[in-house]
T-cell receptor, first 112, second 114 residues
Framework: EAGVAQSPRYKIIEKRQSVAFWCNPI?????LYWYQQILGQGPKLLIQ????????DSQLPKDRFSAERLKGVDSTLKIQPAKLEDSAVYLC??????????FGPGTRLTVT | KQEVTQIPAALSVPEGENLVLNCSFT??????LQWFRQDPGKGLTSLLL?????REQTSGRLNASLDKSSGRSTLYIAASQPGDSATYLC?????????????FGKGTKLSVKP
């Protein structure tokens, strides 16, 4: 069974630029999550989708972050404009139920 | 507000030693608790998931226990190997709010010396 796929794996941008991350969940997983992991911290949930609807985006900085999940499969997370404090690893996870999540390899973002 | 704490932040042991990693949480109203492993530059790999009604789970050399009433979990690793070197994260899934909102600790960085 293929795991959660994410791209790119690494990205370096200057502050005020925009960036987008892509995630392809495990086939058949209806729930998809985006987490932000700052160095030395545990991951923090940014947004949760159930199929193509948003379940929870309470911790998403909506002035600069946006996410969508077209057709209930792939998802894209965008940051525009990026700030220095957005430097982190962005993890995508998916689950069949809400009780066990499977994580992708993450995208490491560096904002200079 | 649920908070998860992991102690110690880092641990170095010689190969072959048995070890225990600790996780504590402030609110016992949880669906489950999960232990993850994270290798440098990699995502998270789920090791063990304990439902709130369970007391422990075992997988190979790993054993995780859960004591909801005291807000504690331990991850026991038997006969440690250099390949066990990684950061171990504990996460709880709380009742209420988004059912997907895992609350993570900061992790314990384990180094097993040959």
């Amino acid at each position: 069974e293929a795991g959660v796929a994410q791209s790119p794996r690494y990205k370096i941008i200057e502050k005020r630029q925009s960036v987008a991350f892509w995630c392809n969940p495990i086939s058949g997983h209806a729930t998809l999550y985006w987490y932000q992991q700052i160095l030395g911290q545990g991951p923090k949930l940014l947004i949760q989708f159930q199929n193509n609807g948003v379940v929870d985006d309470s911790q998403l900085p909506k002035d600069r972050f946006s996410a969508e999940r077209l057709k209930g499969v792939d998802s894209t997370l965008k940051i525009q404009p990026a700030k220095l404090e957005d430097s982190a690893v962005y993890l995508c996870a998916s689950s069949f139920s809400t009780y066990e999540q499977y994580f992708g390899p993450g995208t490491r973002l560096t904002v200079t | 507000k649920q908070e998860v704490t992991q102690i110690p932040a880092a641990l170095s042991v010689p190969e072959g030693e048995n070890l225990v990693l600790n996780c504590s949480f402030t609110d016992s109203a949880i669906y489950n608790l999960q232990w993850f492993r994270q290798d440098p530059g990699k995502g998270l790999t789920s090791l063990l998931l304990i439902q709130s009604s369970q007391r422990e789970q075992t997988s190979g050399r790993l054993n995780a226990s859960l004591d909801k009433s005291s807000g504690r979990s331990t991850l026991y690793i038997a006969a440690s190997q250099p390949g066990d070197s990684a950061t171990y994260l504990c996460a709880v899934l709380p009742y209420g709010g988004s059912q997907g909102n895992l609350i993570f600790g900061k992790g314990t960085k384990l180094s097993v010396k040959p």
